[in-house]
């Protein structure tokens, strides 16, 4: 199985219209343990091992496929592990913060619920100082290093011992350059409870949760995980989404284009495995400027083409200078040069962390 394929299947699995265990039950059986393993590495990169693996190992018990019930129900037990732990800390630290009187929301890492993102992600509009002392006394965390991105986004890496994940603190502002400061306020003004297993966390309203992804996938990244539509999707079907209100945020930061598109691609590719999904209004629809048939396979992500992206990031500027949002656009003029070094630091190095 190539790379492709097996995103193929994460969609299919995570979106719950996978019927060909014909083809994939047997290619997962005569598959090495280095060939599984690299499956199971991918969903977790996707982060999708429980909603791909839930659905396999029923798919495997009732064709009696006993081999990959097996191994799913082993990758499945550790990752429940790792997250009940993860959910254990980041309600202490969130606890703890809070009873400090620092208003804390946890952005992405719980949009992948019932998995769980790479970090343990938080806003927080208070300053830096006063929530690393908060960290350090009383969660006893290390403050890890700082690369030149994460300073201009105003954000910190901490290590907690006994949790396998980095938790990072976005302050004030957020972007790749700490651009967005009226847009990142929304973050704690319009924040929402939400209860997972026996915490409850305040979570971005839904409308912020779609400006979150966008951000990351759509002006960041340049690329787009199976979680990623899986989760913006189940927003979407929801019913819950204010798309003039959604709007009007994406317009605060100069950025509904690139909301539009992510819509696009996100409801083009359940459409594409479900056959049928959400109807996007009209508005959005005219807004996007391109779809699924853009986006490509490279590597292991679905790579977002950076000409494409390259002008959103345009638009964005150009309603900065509009709207005469003087502190964003020095910070986005900021965003060419650092992606240069960062390149320039791969083709050396072959790791960018020292620039982002």
């Known amino acids: 199985m190539n790379n492709e394929s097996q995103i193929d299947y994460l969609l299919q699995l995570s979106l719950g219209c996978a019927n060909d265990s014909e083809t994939l039950l047997p290619d997962l059986t005569k598959a090495d343990t280095q060939e599984k393993a690299k499956f199971l590495s991918l969903a977790n990169s996707h982060h999708v091992v429980m909603r791909a693996l839930n659905p ?22 550790r990752e429940r592990a790792m997250i009940a732990n993860s959910l254990k800390f980041l309600a202490d630290i969130c606890q703890k913060l809070e009873s400090a009187g620092i208003q804390i929301t946890v952005i992405k890492s719980l949009d992948h619920w019932p998995d769980l993102g790479n970090d343990l992600d938080l806003y927080t509009p208070s300053h830096q100082e006063e929530v690393s002392r908060v960290m350090r ?5 290390q403050l890890k290093y700082r690369t030149w991105g994460d300073r201009l986004a105003h954000k910190c890496n901490f290590g907690v011992q006994g949790l396998a994940k980095s938790v990072e603190i976005h302050h004030g502002c957020l972007g790749q350059t700490g651009e967005h400061i009226a847009l990142a306020r929304r973050f704690y003004t319009r924040r929402i409870p939400q209860r997972i297993a026996e915490y409850t966390f305040m979570i971005p309203a839904p409308e912020e949760r779609i400006i979150a992804a966008t951000l990351q996938r759509m002006y960041r990244h340049f690329y787009i995980r199976v979680c990623d539509i899986v989760n913006t999707h189940a927003i979407l079907e929801s019913g819950n989404l204010d798309f003039a209100e959604l709007r009007s945020a994406a317009d605060t930061g100069g950025i509904w284009p690139g909301v539009a598109t992510y819509l696009r691609i996100v409801t083009e590719y359940v459409r594409f495995f479900r056959g049928t999904a959400y109807e996007l209004p009209s508005e959005v629809l005219a807004a996007s400027r391109f779809g699924k048939n853009q986006v490509f396979v490279r590597g292991v992500w679905l790579r977002v083409p950076v000409r494409r992206a390259a002008r959103l990031y345009g638009r964005q500027v150009c309603q900065m200078a509009n709207r005469r949002d003087l502190y964003g656009l020095l910070r986005l003029s900021l965003l060419p040069p650092l992606a240069s070094a960062a390149r320039l630091s791969y083709m050396l190095t072959g790791n960018p962390s020292g620039i982002w």
Do not use: T
């Open 56 to 77: 396999l190992r029923e798919r495997a018990q009732n064709v009696g496929n006993v081999e990959i019930a097996d191994w799913c129900d082993e990758a499945l037990s």
């Open 137 to 141: 006394q009383s969660v006893a965390a």
